[in-house]
């Protein structure tokens, strides 16, 4: 039952992050196609600069293909023995220049549709290309969803490892994806783990809050 404040809720979601660790070996049993559909899900629900979602997910449960993506990732065993390997792909600069196809698609969606999103937009846009932050702003948005989707998949008991290290090249090419079209964002590793969970360690929260 939910209090009035919403208290079950918060607790639930404290405890998952609370007991979710970075977990490198994975036992080896499937997960169930409802569960990542839910993993997915948690993605999809995440929120983007401007809206724009400018993620592909890459669900990746073939043991061949696991196999060859830990390779890429520097012979990870947190890759290689996982489940799912949730390979979060990111447009690149073009697509964000103002009457690219992408652009066109996600704008039209909002109220107003693209005369109006791209009022408020090119600003933005324009100071980013300025900066040459483009991609690394791209990039930024894979995090976002790759948190929730690891939140939500301790919340439901399945551990999950961010993967940060990986030849870009050779996973595009095992994903089948062109480097001039994509770029890798995050690699998430999914499971039920097959190691004991470790101690969280961090800073107490009196150390990193500043109230103003």
């Known amino acids: 039952m939910t209090s009035k404040d919403g208290g079950t809720e918060r607790d639930l979601i404290l405890k998952a992050m609370g007991s979710r660790f970075a977990c490198k070996k994975y036992l080896p049993q499937a ?5 990542i559909e839910y993993i997915m899900e948690c993605g999809r629900l995440s929120p983007s600069s401007f809206g724009l979602e400018p993620w592909t997910f890459c669900a990746v449960t073939d043991r061949k293909l696991l ?3 830990g390779e890429a990732c520097f012979g990870q065993e947190a890759v290689s023995t996982s489940a799912l390997a949730v390979c979060i792909l990111v447009e690149r600069e073009k697509s964000f220049e103002p009457g690219s196809a992408f652009l066109l698609g996600r704008a039209e969606r909002f ?3 693209y005369p109006v999103f791209l009022a408020d937009y090119v600003g933005y846009y ?5 900066q040459g932050r483009l991609l690394s702003w791209s990039r930024a948005q894979s ?4 948190a929730n989707m690891m939140t939500g998949a301790k919340a439901a008991g399945i551990d999950s490892c961010a993967i940060e290290g990986y030849e870009e090249d050779e996973v595009l090419e095992i994903l089948g994806a062109q480097p001039a079209e994509k ?7 999914f499971g039920r783990g097959g190691e004991a969970p470790r101690e969280k360690i961090r800073m107490p929260l009196e150390d ?5």
Not at 126 to 130: G, H, K, N, Q, V
Not at 208 to 212: A, E, I, K, N, T
């Open 31 to 35: 997960l169930e196609e409802s569960e």
């Open 67 to 69: 196999a060859s993506l």
């Open 111 to 113: 109220p107003g549709g």
């Open 126 to 130: 324009e100071f980013l290309r300025s």
């Open 143 to 146: 995090y976002i969803a790759a």
């Open 183 to 189: 770029a890798v964002g995050l690699i998430v590793a």
């Open 208 to 212: 990193l809050v500043l109230r103003l």
